[in-house]
T-cell receptor
Framework: DAKTTQPTSMDCAEGRAANLPCNHSTISGNEYVYWYRQIHSQGPQYIIHGLKNNETNEMASLIITEDRKSSTLILPHATLRDTAVYYCIVDRQGAQKLVFGQGTRLTINP | SQTIHQWPATLVQPVGSPLSLECTVEGTSNPNLYWYRQAAGRGLQLLFYSVGIGQISSEVPQNLSASRPQDRQFILSSKKLLLSDSGFYLC????????????FGPGTRLTVL
């Protein structure tokens, strides 16, 4: 059972910031928010995860609302290679099983 | 650094034939191992996961089975393939204490005819 809701698809212009939303209104206190992406015909790639503080790494930033019921993944300067399906997943750190929903199909346009 | 290998990359098999897909991980010890399947245009479905040698948990009843004969080897098998077994099969690993970060292999695209 997916615990998250994401838009089916989004478009973004190359060079602009891509902001991907995710709703997780039933998140528990010990659950993290994980983001993965899957480029066509490849395996999923881990991007970032967080508990309640905003996180940033070399790939993206993760903004989690104060009530933790939603989050946004930000790709600051999208490139054509960022075209992929992006999955938002909620689960405990150390949990054995990740449940992948349908994700958001992000298309970066030149 | 850790790497994960899957083979073959593509496979075409007739209905009723057996299947054996292999996954190996290098550069880590006692990983959690996972098999996922992705049907065409669909999301990822967890099939099996393993927290140690000989320990297999099945998530979905089906005609597939998994085995873990060695610490870093995970095998997906079937005695008789069905048309519905076609899909993109992905192996992944994680460390138990950081289970949310899973690292995926390149996948095997299986077509059953």
């Amino acid at each position: 059972d997916a615990k998250t809701t994401q838009p089916t698809s989004m478009d973004c212009a190359e060079g602009r910031a891509a902001n991907l939303p995710c709703n997780h209104s039933t998140i528990s206190g010990n659950e993290y928010v994980y983001w993965y992406r899957q480029i066509h015909s490849q395996g999923p790639q881990y991007i970032i995860h967080g508990l309640k503080n905003n996180e940033t790494n070399e790939m993206a930033s993760l903004i989690i609302t104060e009530d933790r019921k939603s989050s946004t993944l930000i790709l600051p300067h999208a490139t054509l290679r960022d075209t992929a399906v992006y999955y938002c997943i909620v689960d405990r750190q150390g949990a054995q099983k990740l449940v992948f929903g349908q994700g958001t199909r992000l298309t970066i346009n030149p | 650094s850790q790497t994960i290998h899957q083979w073959p990359a593509t496979l075409v098999q007739p209905v009723g034939s057996p299947l054996s897909l292999e996954c190996t991980v290098e550069g880590t010890s006692n990983p959690n191992l996972y098999w996922y399947r992705q049907a065409a245009g669909r999301g990822l479905q967890l099939l099996f996961y393993s927290v140690g040698i000989g320990q297999i948990s099945s998530e979905v009843p089906q005609n597939l089975s998994a085995s873990r004969p060695q610490d870093r080897q995970f095998i997906l098998s079937s005695k008789k393939l069905l048309l519905s077994d076609s899909g993109f099969y992905l192996c992944a690993w994680s460390l138990g204490r950081e289970g949310g970060e899973q690292f995926f292999g390149p996948g095997t695209r299986l077509t059953v005819l």
